[in-house]
């Protein structure tokens, strides 16, 4: 029977590590939606939140099938059928939960760090990283490379879309803000900027429902996944409708949060940002998204928008991009892959050495320990949404004395 | 290498579509807010700005195009959720099983 307890408990574990990661999966890519509508004015900090907060919730709830086998391009723990793999579910599916439980883990502390720097990473890849990391400690197969019949594996779902997604959306934001800015040039800005408001407000709430209804999805993927692997739930074309809520409700959460310091690189960091630029930069990043998703070739939301917001400080005229802040984001994308791949590994290293319910255990206080530890970390420099708009000064802090 | 090629083959029709759509329709929302603004007013007792009637049909014309965009953008995102993608088969878009 304490065998029975013990695997619940890491069940638990896992449910609460996934609902973890979606809740910084929200408050990590607030500013893909938001932060051209911040800079610009477009809408007030908090304003913004909510409303991509509410897009994100009714995002989620949109997802009505959701795809089980969400990992399978990057990691080998599912037959085609969704259900794992055989030699992972004995005991409970204790091998299989580890695994998911380390690449959480890997995923969370990475996507904590670059919050903490103000670096938009993209979440996705930090959660696949992890699991990646994870999935090789306890000797699985990653999918390095798909079999050439579709894009596929860790070089065609993640590393090809890294490298082409910032420069398509930047081409296309840089084109757009330069015409626009021609167009409006001698035009009454009082009237031009108040139209280039409501654009601005509806390109962000289209980004915000298409990351709801693309990222929540992922956690429920993953949580449906630990719950088969248990032996909890059995169908693999549906998911629990409990599980549909609490990630829509900690996306939506995590949302509202608002992520400032990261929201502050990307409306102030890299470019001042004016209202038809803003605009520009908000189309083209919606109308990427949506045509990758439609073309079934899956960018990153965050490599897009900030691809955007840079293309529209290239393409306005007078515009000075600060270049060592888009260096620095770059360097993050680079390394969010390995980086979360590593911490995974290690978290997993540690839950087998330590093994049975202790493993698990450890593996969870290590995350509250690092998680807290940071969060700590980030009060000594607080952004919030009084001062996420003050002139940049060189680095994602605000100075003490402007802080309210 | 057929990953790589069929990821740039893929990337090369976002870029299309995506330049088609992520320039073409915040150029056609600034060409309607451009249509509806007016001059840059030379002093502070300049006259409001009145659009003329074809100015401000142009001008919807182009919101129209715009909306039309969004409407096809929230069906993908609509799509995405059922596991659907959008077809343009029947001029007007609609939702139809993937595969």
Known sequence: MWAVDASFIVLVCVIGTALFFDFTNGFHDTGNAVAPSIATGALKPRVAVALSAVMNLLGAFLSVAVALTVTNSVVKLQNDDGTPITELTANHGEALLLIILAGLVGGILWNMLTWLLGLPSSSSHALFGGLIGATLAAGQAVKWNGDGTKIDGVLGKIIMPAVLSPVIAGLIAAIATFVVAHLVASRDTARTDAGFR??????????????????????????????????????????????????????????????WRIIRTLSKGLVDITRPQGMSADGASAAVILASSHLGFALSTTQVASGSILGSGVGRPGAHVRWSVAGRMVLAWLTTLPAAGLAGALMWWIGDVLGGLAGPLVVMALLLVGAGGMFYQSRHHAVTHHNVGEVWDGGPKVRKSKVG | ???????????????????????????????????????????????????GPGSRLLAWLCFAVVAYGVLVGLLVIIGAGQGKVVSFEHVFPTLVPKG
């Open chain 1, 198 to 259: 409501w654009g601005q407000i509806g390109a962000a709430s289209l980004v915000s429902l298409a990351h709801g209804t693309n990222d929540a999805q992922k956690t429920m993927g993953v949580i449906t996944l630990a719950l088969i692997g248990y032996g909890s739930w059995t169908s693999t074309d549906s998911i629990p409708l409990w599980v549909k809520v609490v990630c829509a409700v900690a996306i939506a959460a995590g949302t509202y949060l608002g992520g």
């Open chain 2, 1 to 51: 290498m057929d990953t790589v090629r069929l990821a740039v083959e893929a990337a090369w029709k976002v870029l299309y579509v995506g330049l088609l759509l992520g320039a073409g329709l915040p150029i056609m929302f600034a060409l309607g807010v451009r249509l509806l603004a007016g001059p840059a007013p030379e002093g502070d007792d300049a006259p409001a700005y009145r659009p």
